[in-house]
């Protein structure tokens, strides 16, 4: 019964390569996002749904595409990963009402060789 | 912009002391502040938050903050601490209205000896 899960949880991969990763809640929220957490645990938003509208969108390279398909699911694609996409990938999901009672998955540990 | 500091990247307590990690916060309006726990390997979990009202804000797991806003600060507190608190705490600011986002402190990473 996990509230935000991710995966897969750990992910190593070729730089060049293409990736994703899933992310689902069953919390009923409104609103999920993605963020990534670098070597010195600082923790950046990269985007942010609501009801499967992008709604915000940070300084993120074009390289990086999310997809919503439905409210539960928000799963973030990566294309060419280079070095510096290694981090900790964290999806996160909140009630509209409640924006800021976020709820975090576990994180995707990526490393890009 | 909105920002917050947590000056202290590492602080050590022992067992039954008690704990404050200091936030500051820069935001020209009232800020709504919170404070994460991330224990190793997890995501985070919030531990409180403030919006309004009551200065001092009680959480989970015996945790308390107070926001001073002639200080910018958001500290948090537990009179006791225990050994499942070692964790990285992560204070957090978001500015109110409509969909902002939430900008994260660096962190304090807190080790509990015995």
Known sequence: ?113 | AQSVTQPDIHITVSEGASLELRCNYSYGATPYLFWYVQSPGQGLQLLLKYFSGDTLVQGIKGFEAEFKRSQSSFNLRKPSVHWSDAAEYFCAVRSSGGYQKVTFGTGTKLQVIP
């Open chain 1, 1 to 113: 019964d996990t509230a935000v899960s991710q995966t897969p949880k750990y992910l190593v991969t070729q730089m060049g390569n293409d990736k994703s990763i899933k992310c689902e809640q069953n919390l009923g929220h409104d609103t999920m996002y993605w963020y990534k957490q670098d070597s010195k645990k600082f923790l950046k938003i990269m985007f942010s749904y609501n009801n499967k509208e992008l709604i915000i969108n940070e300084t993120v390279p074009n390289r990086f595409s999310p997809k919503s398909p439905d409210k539960a699911h928000l799963n973030l694609h990566i294309n060419s990963l280079e070095l510096g996409d290694s981090a900790v990938y964290f999806c996160a999901s909140s009630q509209e009402r409640y924006p800021d009672t976020q709820y975090f998955g576990p994180g995707t540990r990526l490393t890009v060789l």
